[in-house]
């Protein structure tokens, strides 16, 4: 069974530019979430999306959007890109509610 | 607010040993409990998941325990290998707000193993 899958692996980009970030979850399963982690922040929550609703939203500009696919997929978006937000991107994918939370490997986001 | 706290922050012990890392939430309503692991510059690997019903959970050289009510969990690791050396996190998900995946992360514990 293929774990969760994100795309691309790493990303430049410069300040100003826009940015979409994608991630497969398990086959099957119908929850995405999404994390940022930043070496003096931690994991922070950006937003969970479950059958194509997006349920909960952590505490982050409106720059950052996302939506999820009737397959499941899920994309994230960054418009005006600043430095600060280069990261690492995690998403997590589950079966349902108060299951286990499978990661993906990131996507290394650098805006120079 | 839930609230998770790691100790200790950072580990250092030679190959071999047996160890313990801790885990504090400050609401108790939780669901769930689940430890990952993280090497540098990757994703999470979900090591273990305990259920609140649940006091205790192995898999292979490692063991999780779960006290809800003193808001604590510890996961031990039995001989460790220097193939054990990342960063710990424990999780757990948002007790209140009604139904959601999102998860609650404590500031991990860096372990390093030495040959």
């Known amino acids: 069974k293929a774990g969760v899958t994100q795309t691309p692996r790493y990303l430049i980009k410069t300040r100003g530019q826009q940015v979409t970030l994608s991630c497969s979850p398990i086959s099957g399963h119908r929850s995405v979430s999404w994390y940022q982690q930043t070496p003096g922040q931690g994991l922070q929550f950006l937003f969970e999306y479950f059958s194509e609703t997006q349920r909960n939203k952590g505490n982050f500009p409106g720059r950052f959007s996302g939506r999820q696919f009737s397959n499941s997929r899920s994309e994230m978006n960054v418009s005006t890109l600043e430095l600060g937000d280069s990261a690492l991107y995690l998403c997590?994918?589950?079966?349902?509610?108060?299951?286990?939370?499978?990661f993906g490997p990131g996507t290394r986001l650098t805006v120079l | 607010k839930q609230e998770v706290t790691q100790i200790p922050a950072a580990l250092s012990v030679p190959e071999g040993e047996n160890l313990v890392l801790n885990c504090s939430f400050t609401?108790?309503?939780?669901?769930?409990l689940q430890w990952f692991r993280q090497d540098p510059g990757k994703g999470l690997t979900s090591l273990l998941l305990i259920q609140s019903s649940q006091r205790e959970q192995t898999s292979g050289r490692l063991n999780a325990s779960l006290d809800k009510s003193s808001g604590r969990s510890t996961l031990y690791i039995a001989a460790s290998q220097p193939g054990d050396s990342a960063t710990y996190l424990c999780?757990?998900?948002?007790?209140?707000?009604?139904?959601?995946?999102?998860?609650?992360f404590g500031t991990g514990t860096l372990l390093a193993v030495q040959p």
């Open positions: 999780a757990v998900p948002q007790p209140y707000g009604g139904a959601t995946n999102k998860l609650i």
């Open positions: 609401d108790s309503a939780i669901y769930n």
């Open positions: 997590a994918s589950s079966f349902t509610d108060s299951d286990e939370q499978f």
